[in-house]
């Protein structure tokens, strides 16, 4: 190995082809990265266009598209997003890389910009950089020690996601940094910069190290854990013997990603729902499976089901929901609770945790919380429910904390199979179908289309829509007296909801990120195309996956039928503490931005950890104008905080949220919502509800709506950490059901059906609106009770009397 190194290192001097050309738009239109479709005329163009029958371009962004009859999918450009084809067993080919495109890293203007804000002075930046290059290209690095003391297999480990030069910018500076703080190179680098700026370099790189990230949680260290991990596709049942577990547990919790699939449990627990393991069949009363929306059996014969459509007060067991934006106590002594895994407790101790949807674990925004989750999660047994694709990852974490690890595989319950495509002709939409789109434009004009073109009316769902809200119209599509026969949504169809999807339809298989269109990754496609099968129940032998142009059905196929390929790496975040000790390491003008950077680009982890590198731009630099008045905790919350930084309507309320924190540490709902054209919209639309005969709305109302829903919601997320500066929360848990029932009304509206003839509308009501079978007291709730014990006590304190000897 070490002569085929030194060979190669040799080789390499000679021959420096730079990978980093991906830079320019250029380079992203060039073959063999990208893919076109060709109008008749066999000519490409640059981007989407829907034609109508007179030839008129009709961009993505336009109110309404042309007709079903007229469709014409004739010109779109599809750009293949670029990858590092590296593999983790090819060692010589991630030296090459390493060393052959070195220089042309080290001479990025981003690179000297961002290692000023690190405290690097400009005058020893170049000098430093040079030394590291010669360093590299002889070859000091990148032999047998220095391959593994640099971890230099992490440029093997990107995501789909990642552009190249980005994802390489961050691991050479994660090598560049360890080599300067290394002892060994100690004497060379500080002859070339001086031991001021080698002291601050190995300071910041000090304050950065997290090799160790499961010694963070000492309680889940003290014992050695049984983790079990239910895996395999949608709709293979997954979740059923973990479900089973933790209702039979003395103590336990389920943590999952979405608010919704915490409401379940929790509501499942409570009422019966859920069979303890244990528990004969024999023993169960006769009842027909439940929907759910959590992958469980409920079609197994042969075994017993784990959710029962009718509780059974025998199997009812106290839960306490935790999310962040809301509490449910049943009972301050529950022994069980269901709560969101970013609001997970790593200190209370459980006999049983589920943790569910671990893939997720190597999600850019979120994940760090499902790793800290396997790592801390203070459980004797903790039950992991997910792809096939997370098993590697979280046996290298297992590795370090000596846990035991059980693999339970499961395949689908039903199979899934490609069917004829439409064709370009929505006629031939069918019962049951779900039709998927990847932007709001789209679904809406896709609903209108196939109304008019099948009369069968449509829910829809997509993820901008509040949770409550979703669920709603998933109600609508499962209840056959409903009259929604199909339902259009975009890929949030793919976790949290029960959909009795006959056959799933690609209305294209690309999606739009941010910059351009981009080809679904293999995992999108079979995530979305799972999700078939389901319809009905037990009536469907299989679940049916097609697309909407003809062209794209290969696409289809081809994906389904590859394996899933293993996660890269396991997500960490920044921390309180984390944020702190690279403060001090960093200059004291040091930005917000700075201090994130810091974590992605500094600090030396195992490879198969990475900081989240998601794109923080805009919530930086908007809280970064109050750092003069925010202390670093609070900048941390509001960076953390689900805010909506990138839609212009919250800019304002956004600001006023934080200003008025700044400066009197004290925020209303009332006064942050006066005058603006939230409370507004829902004013107006409440007035309409009570006038209208039918609903008529447009999708900048229902925009207007969907945000204020979210920014209620933010603002119950922050009463949650700070009661005393966010002293309403009673005032959103009064607003948002008021948000919801206008959502429902507008979202009604917001189409035009070919039956306009009834004279009142056959809306359901929000789940929020739903009589709740489960009785529990809010946080609201627990505040007023304290207030009014601590008034009863005071009272009687006084009434009481002198106290006499």
């Known amino acids: 190995m070490s002569f085929a190194l030194n060979a190669l290192t040799s080789a390499s001097k000679l021959s420096r082809l730079s990978l980093f050309s991906n830079r320019s738009a250029l380079w992203l239109l060039s073959n063999p990265h990208v893919a076109r479709r060709f109008n008749s005329s066999g000519k490409p163009s640059k981007r989407a266009t829907l034609h109508n029958g007179n030839s008129i371009g009709v961009h993505r962004t336009q109110k309404h598209r042309p007709s079903t009859s007229a469709y014409k999918w004739s010109r779109n450009a599809v750009i293949e997003r670029p990858k590092l084809h590296l593999s983790l067993d090819d060692h010589i080919g991630i030296v090459r ?7 042309h890293w080290s001479k990025q203007k981003v690179l000297h910009s961002r290692l000023e804000t690190f405290g690097i002075p400009t005058e020893s930046i170049h000098p430093l950089l040079q030394l590291f290059v010669s360093e590299v290209l002889f070859g000091n690095l990148s032999n047998n020690d220095s391959y593994d003391k640099y971890t230099l297999d992490r440029f093997a480990r990107s995501t789909p996601e990642d552009l190249p030069q980005t994802y390489a910018d961050i691991v050479y500076t994660g090598i560049f940094y360890a080599w300067a703080a290394d002892p060994a190179s100690r004497d060379a680098v500080e002859r070339t910069i001086g031991p001021s700026t ?40 997954k979740t059923h013997h973990a479900l089973r577990a933790l209702a039979a547990a003395p103590t336990g919790v389920y943590a999952g990603p979405l608010r919704l699939l915490a409401h379940e449990i929790w509501e499942r627990l409570n009422l019966g729902q859920i069979v303890p393991v244990g528990v004969e069949e024999d023993a169960i009363p006769v009842s027909l499976p439940i929907d759910s929306a959590l992958d469980v059996d409920v079609t197994a014969a042969d075994t017993t089901p784990a959710v029962l459509s009718q509780g059974n007060p025998k199997f009812a067991r106290a839960c306490n929901m935790i999310t962040g934006e809301e509490h449910k106590i049943v009972d301050s002594e529950a022994a069980l609770e269901s709560a969101t895994v970013e609001m997970l407790s790593m200190t209370k101790k459980y006999d049983l945790a589920v943790i569910d949807e671990i893939q997720m674990i190597a999600d850019v925004g979120r994940g760090y919380a499902w790793t800290s989750a396997v790592l801390g999660i203070n459980a004797k047994e903790v039950h992991l429910c997910g792809e096939e694709t997370a098993v590697p990852i979280v046996q290298a974490l297992l590795a370090e904390t000596h846990d035991e690890l059980e693999v339970r595989r499961y395949k689908r319950l039903t199979p899934l199979q490609i069917d004829k495509s439409l064709d370009k002709d929505l006629s031939k939409v069918q019962k049951g179908d779900c039709v998927v789109a990847f932007s709001r434009s789209s679904i809406f004009w896709l609903k209108n289309s196939i109304e008019k073109a099948t009369g069968m009316k449509c829910a829809v769902v997509y993820g901008k829509l509040p949770p409550e809200i979703r669920s709603g ?50 995992s999108q496609t079979k995530q979305i195309a799972g999700r078939a099968g389901r319809y009905g129940m037990l009536q469907e032998q299989c679940g049916l996956a097609t697309t909407f142009l003809p062209d794209d059905l290969p696409f289809v196929e081809q994906a389904l039928a590859k394996p899933f390929a293993p996660l890269p790496a396991a997500i960490l975040g920044p921390s309180y503490n984390s944020c702190r000790d690279i403060a001090r390491a960093l200059p004291p003008s040091a930005s917000l931005r700075t201090i994130y950077d810091a ?21 930086a630099a908007t809280v970064d104008e109050y750092s003069d008045q925010l202390s670093l905790e609070d900048r941390i919350t509001f960076l953390l905080a689900p805010i909506p930084w990138r839609e212009p309507d919250c800019v304002e309320v956004l600001h006023k949220l934080m200003k008025n924190y700044a400066e009197d540490l004290s925020v209303g709902v009332t006064d942050l919502f006066q005058g603006t054209q939230f409370l507004e919209t829902l004013l107006i639309v409440e007035k309409k509800m009570s006038t209208l005969l039918l609903p008529k709305s447009d999708t900048k109302t229902l925009s207007i709506l969907e945000l204020f829903h979210k920014l209620l919601g933010l603002y119950a997320w922050l009463a949650f950490r700070n009661p005393v500066a966010y002293y309403e929360p009673e005032l959103v848990e009064e607003w948002k059901p008021r948000v ?31 009589a709740r079978k489960v009785e529990f007291k809010t946080a609201g709730d627990l505040r007023k009770q304290r207030k009014a014990e601590a008034l009863s006590n005071k009272k009687a304190w006084a009434n009481s009397g002198p106290v006499h000897a």
């Open 473 to 522: 119209q998933a109600d609508l599509f499962n209840d056959p007296n409903s009259g929604y026969d199909v339902i259009v949504g975009s890929d949030a169809i793919g976790m949290g909801l029960n959909l009795k999807i006959r056959r799933i339809v690609f209305e294209a298989v690309s999606k739009f990120d941010g910059e351009v269109l981009r080809p679904l990754s293999i």
């Open 198 to 237: 080698l002291l601050s370099i190995q300071r910041l790189f000090q304050a950065a190290c997290l090799e160790h990230p499961a010694d963070d949680f000492l309680e889940a260290r003290r014992t050695r854990r049984k983790i079990i991990m239910h895996v395999g596709p949608t709709n293979s049942g």
């Open 740 to 770: 919801e029932r206008a959502l429902h009304w507008a979202l009604e509206g917001v189409t035009k059906h070919s039956n306009r003839t009834r004279k009142t509308v056959e809306s359901p009501l929000p789940a929020t609106a739903v």
């Open 97 to 103: 890389y390493f060393e052959e495109n070195v220089e």
């Open 599 to 619: 974590h992605v680009y500094v600090a030396k982890t195992k490879p198969h950890y990475r900081y989240s590198s998601s794109n923080i731009d805009k919530a």
